[in-house]
């Protein structure tokens, strides 16, 4: 594409790499750490949004294997119907012939129907059906309206992804500092406020880590430069496909910062927990 109105796109073609990434036992282990407490809401929130992201990523391995699977199952029902049709128009039609052909013929005409119909349900299992969900997968791949829904798709999860962990440290903090309205709209107050709540170590892991900051900085052009790679990012080791200057997201973009992520969300959830105020109070009813 020559012109300067085109864009390039660059989308993985192999269906395994778009399935599902969420990680249902760090769901459980940080719920069950949050039950009853302050946490418990914005624990859940991130549960939700982010499971909603890693499907939205993995769109294309969902559909596909739904898809032959709805196939094959059509097909498993549809093939007694058939067999049954074919054994009773053997049986029905030889004994039609009762009194008009000898024996022998009514056998040999039974037969014959039985080896037309076995030879007709191969041929049709044979053309009716694709090989499987990768077969799906690359036909689709064929048309240029797909692709771009595959690659947008993966675009919209990466900046989900991101969107949900920046979310939860909000909430975290303000439940910690007891000020629900609080918003840190520079990256410098909010790791002084992290610092006063949760310490340097994970202020440093969880929110200035390289890492850390080239999600960031990926959400950041994704939302306000149309993808477009900017010269802070390319001093960092991003490690992103780049075309014609424009970061493509892959699928095994949006797992590495799903993995990324979760850890430090169960690092913070770990240590917000301890705050004054933010556990879940011990009653006497619940002792007794």
């Not at 406020?193 to 052009?221: H, K, M, Q």
Request: glycine share 6%.
């Amino acid at each position: 594409m020559a012109d300067d109105s085109s864009i390039f796109i660059r989308v993985d073609d192999r269906l395994d790499e778009y399935r599902p990434f969420f990680d249902h036992h760090w769901a459980a282990e940080i719920e069950r750490l949050a039950a009853g407490s302050k946490l418990a809401e914005p624990v859940f929130t991130l549960h939700v949004n982010w499971l909603a992201a890693a499907n939205t990523c993995a769109i294309p391995w969902l559909t596909c294997h739904a898809l032959a699977q709805q196939w094959q199952s059509r097909l498993e029902g549809q093939r007694p119907l058939a067999r049954r049709m074919m054994e009773e128009l053997a049986e029905r039609l030889a004994g039609e012939m009762e009194g008009e052909i000898s024996k022998s013929k009514q056998k040999r005409l039974a037969a014959a129907i039985e080896r037309i119909g076995q030879k007709i349900g191969a041929e049709s299992a044979a053309s009716g059906r694709p090989q499987d969900a990768n077969a799906l997968w690359q036909d689709m791949l064929e048309e240029a309206e797909f692709q771009l829904a595959v690659w947008g798709s993966q675009r919209i999860g990466y900046g989900s992804i991101y969107h949900a962990y920046e979310n939860f440290v909000r909430e975290c903090m303000a439940i910690g500092l007891g000020r629900s309205e609080y918003k840190a709209h520079r990256l410098k107050r909010l790791a002084r406020d992290a610092r006063r709540l949760f310490g340097a170590t994970i202020t440093r892991n969880c929110l200035l880590a390289e890492s850390v900051t080239i999600a960031r900085l990926v959400r950041n052009t994704l939302a306000h430069n149309a993808g477009r790679e900017t010269e802070n990012l390319r001093r960092l080791p991003h490690g992103l496909v780049i075309e014609n200057g424009i970061i493509q997201i892959l699928a095994s973009d949006n797992r590495r910062l799903f993995d990324l992520l979760k850890r430090r969300a169960y690092r913070i959830a770990r240590k917000a927990i301890g705050l004054p105020g933010v556990a879940r109070q011990t009653r006497i009813d619940d002792i007794q």
